[in-house]
């Protein structure tokens, strides 16, 4: 009972400490954690695909711009309420994510993720030649989700979005479909072997991850009001694999907690210029050799650890 | 007839790994396959299991071609397969390879059912203290038989297992070969691939040679390993 218990406390104590943590930032560092939130469901989903499911696609933020782009376009040129448009969005990054599965699935490992990373330029490429719609590189203005100057319901909304996320896709991953896109990571041919349609997990884990980002990047666009291409870079992309990785890739709240960390710290270092990315770097390749499965998760075992051993149970006090 | 390859052929470039092979395997027959280095024994497994596709010839499952169809529709309509180097979910538990397999099987099954009968592989295979290990940390041996109780969770009616002796310590063979004997006594298919031809023969009722991609014999082991056919490809003449 008290062991099932402390995770739920812990969700809760963390959710009100998010909720009431606006009383005490100031408009800079609202704003800093309202963008964060993008980072954070980008994160998280990648950690699903890549993580869990072994597809390491570098599309990911190709989609969160077809889900900005969409929604933005949407709005300026048919003047769609923005909260349709961000479904539309969301609805055509999952189709655009199913069709990328579809046309990956004789791909593996760096082959997928050399096609991946060409989509994603060529993507990229698109929207800046395409500047009779786009806007190219100067950017598309898009209105806001909600109208005032405020941070404010931007943070509480984008919040709510990102534990929408996790428990989304924190339910699928407890569900058969988790094993199973387990296995597929673990070994194809052993899958199909085991009587796992392993093309259509492969599909439905891009269309459902590019889902997300296509979200994310609705929330982004709406939130900072203007759009261009400089979201499909590779930095970017670099960015959002290295929140997943120092978060921990195969723990979806780990991700979570690593991107808003990341973005933070980043912020944070803002007055180191260039070396803030060296150390970021540093941060990852130590990570990769000492902390496999994420410095979030790291920290949440030493935690355990410690609080287990302040108050040691008869069960737990021979470890 | 339970699966039968008809006249089925796979070229690797030049070389025919399988050449206009024609096997029937009936229910519950348990047959050794046999064949020197890259005689086609493996290519032959796959091609019964899906996982290669043949450039001539048929598949069929009950009469029912399987031409075009994925590796997992061999899994659903009852073929179980091991690997010769074992390929397991390596970084999942002991029982989580058991049970995926059982769920992708089955929609209406619960994991409380997937895990009850897990249990009941694992202690059929003496693997119950491992349970909880992941898949990595089991030796060679016990991920031979764990391979062999993941392709059993799914419920086959013919088992194809590719070399299930190779790597395992003595003392372990005979378990293998026992459990092995078991599983056909109530009832499966297997098809028994191995270069040892006296753990083969003391088991099998069938004994099919290969060498370069064609069967050189058929029948019973005693009468097949007489013919000098065998003995020539054996021997390299
Ligand atoms: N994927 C492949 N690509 C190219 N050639 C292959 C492939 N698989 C098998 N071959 C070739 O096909 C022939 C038959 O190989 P196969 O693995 O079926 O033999 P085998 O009887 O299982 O041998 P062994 O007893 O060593 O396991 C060999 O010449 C091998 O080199
Ligand atoms: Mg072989």
Redesign the pocket.
Known sequence: MALRAKPAISWLVAIAVMAALPHWLNAYWLHILATSWYYAILAVSWALLAGFAGQFSFAHMAFAAIGGYTSGLLAVDLHLPVPLGILCGVASAALVGAAIGWLCLRLRGPYLSLFTLAFALILQLIIIAEYQFTRGSLGLSVPGLFGGNSDLPYYYAGFVLVLASLAIMGALLRSRVGLFLRALREDEDAAEASAIDTSYYRILVFTITSAFAGLAGGYYGHYVGILSPNIVTIPEMGLVVAMAVVGGIENLPGAAIGAIFVFVASEALRSGGQLRFVALGLVIMLTQRFAQNGLVVLAAARLARATRRRAPSPKTATG | MLLSAESVTKR??G?R??DDLTLTVEKGELVGLI????????????LMSGALVPDGGHVRIDGISMSGKAPHVFARSGVGRTF?IPRLFRRMSVLENLITPALALKRTYSRVEAEHKAHQVLAFLRLTHVAALEARALSGGQQKLLELGRALMLEPRLLLL??PFAGVHPKLLDQVAERIEELSRTGYAIVL?D?NLDAVRGLVRRLVV?AR?RTIADGAPDEVLRSVDVIEAYTGR
């Open positions: 690797f470039g070389i790994a399988v064949g020197p280095n890259g005689s086609g024994k493996t290519t032959l497994i796959n010769q590719d070399e691939v270069h290969m991609g």
